[in-house]
């Protein structure tokens, strides 16, 4: 079993900058590989929506409102994946959650995983 875990949330005045990290682990012995990582969020009423990813070989894409602002990267020998938000705005209040397309041992399929999400709020 792989679990997601994150990091970096809190709040911040407009025009601010916060940096979230994620980190995938396994149980003890355990062996996987990590295909798409990515970043969603969710704000209160809404749906959630992906917000950044990012394949194993460093491709990225963004929701069009992000687009110059955050950056989405990782680091494969760590099994991490960050996002560096700057210029953030009340409306990037949500929280936001990782998520990672694994597959385990040697099996070709792969599995979303959640990590439990991370409140980032901006004040105006």
């Known amino acids: 079993q792989v679990q997601l875990e994150e990091s970096g949330g809190g709040l911040v005045q407009a025009g601010g900058s916060l940096r979230l990290s994620c980190a995938a682990s396994?149980?003890?012995?355990?062996?996987?590989?990590?295909?798409?990582m990515a970043w969603y969020r969710q704000a209160p009423g809404k749906q959630r929506e992906s917000v950044a990813t990012?394949?194993?070989?460093?491709?990225?894409n963004y929701e069009d409102s992000v687009k110059g602002r955050f950056t989405i990267s990782r680091d494969n020998s760590r099994n991490t994946v960050s996002l560096q938000m700057n210029s953030l705005k009340p409306e990037d209040t949500a929280v936001y959650y990782c998520?990672?397309?694994?597959?385990?041992?040697?099996?070709?399929?792969?599995?979303?995983?959640w990590g439990q999400g991370t409140q980032v709020t901006v004040s105006s």
């Open positions: 998520y990672a397309l694994i597959s385990s041992g040697h099996s070709p399929y792969q599995y979303p995983y």
């Open positions: 396994g149980s003890s012995g355990s062996v996987f590989s990590i295909n798409n």
């Open positions: 990012i394949t194993r070989i460093g491709s990225t």
